[in-house]
C-alpha cells in the first residue's frame, strides 16, 4: 500500500518560516495530485495548497498566497514553505495523495493521508 511521510512540522514564533515535507513511498502510477491539508482545534479541515501532479500545476487557499508555496520534485515529493507564519496558521498538517482520478483531488476526497504534523506559532 501507498504510504505518506511527512516530516518538518515544529514551533516557532510569527513571521517565521518552516518547511513541510511529505514523499510518498510504493506509489501505484504517478498521482494525479498531492495536497497539504490543515486542522485547528475546533475548525473544519481546510485545504491549504495542492499540486496536479500530472498537469503539472499548483494552487493556494486564499487564506496562504503570498507567503505559502508548493512545490513537487520528484513527483512522490511535495514540499510546502510556509514564510511569515501567522498564529492562525497554527493546526496539524497532512499531506494527502490521490490516483483514483483528478475529480478526487478536486472534491478534496482525497484516499491516501498521512499522519500528520504539528505546526504551532506564537505570536
Known amino acids: 500500500a501507498v504510504e505518506l511521510v511527512e516530516s518538518g512540522g515544529g514551533s516557532v514564533q510569527a513571521g517565521g518560516s518552516l518547511r513541510l515535507s511529505c514523499v510518498a513511498s510504493?506509489?501505484?502510477?504517478?498521482?494525479?495530485?498531492m495536497a497539504w491539508f490543515r486542522q485547528a482545534p475546533g475548525k473544519e479541515r481546510e485545504r491549504v495548497a495542492i499540486?496536479?501532479?500530472?498537469?503539472?500545476?499548483t494552487d493556494l487557499a486564499d487564506s496562504v498566497k503570498g507567503r505559502f508555496t508548493i512545490s513537487q520534485d520528484p513527483k512522490n515529493t511535495v514540499i510546502l514553505q510556509m514564510n511569515s507564519l501567522k498564529p492562525e496558521d497554527t493546526a496539524m498538517y497532512y499531506c494527502?495523495?490521490?490516483?483514483?482520478?483528478?475529480?478526487?483531488?478536486?472534491?478534496?476526497?482525497?484516499?491516501?493521508w498521512g499522519q500528520g504534523t504539528q505546526v504551532t506559532v506564537s505570536s
Open positions: 494527502a495523495a490521490e490516483w483514483r482520478g483528478i475529480a478526487y483531488c478536486y472534491s478534496g476526497d482525497m484516499s491516501t
Open positions: 510504493r506509489q501505484p502510477d504517478t498521482s494525479y495530485c
Open positions: 499540486a496536479y501532479t500530472r498537469a503539472g500545476r
